[in-house]
């Protein structure tokens, strides 16, 4: 075998197949998600865009689609 060069341990954990994420443009990943950077005051712990998940109410959904279909369906029954 050939003579192996070193590498650091992101390519090490990337073979391995754990995910990983380079954070030399960590600016550019946080101005791309909205996160704030540098933050000041610091936000609490637990607190912030990072422990949120976006939710929608589905009945408000569902209604809105379901109105859709109704005027669509009329549109075409009385499109002659």
Do not use: C, T
């Amino acid at each position: 075998a050939g003579i192996r060069p070193l590498r650091g341990l992101i390519f090490e954990y990337q073979n391995l197949g754990v995910p990983i994420v380079h954070l030399l443009n960590i600016r550019d990943l946080a101005v791309k998600n909205g996160l704030p950077i540098d933050p000041m005051p610091l936000p609490e712990i637990g607190e912030g865009g990072v422990y949120r998940q976006k939710s929608y109410n589905k009945a408000i959904i569902f209604l809105v689609i379901g109105m859709e279909f109704l005027y669509l369906f009329w549109a075409l029954k009385n499109k002659g």
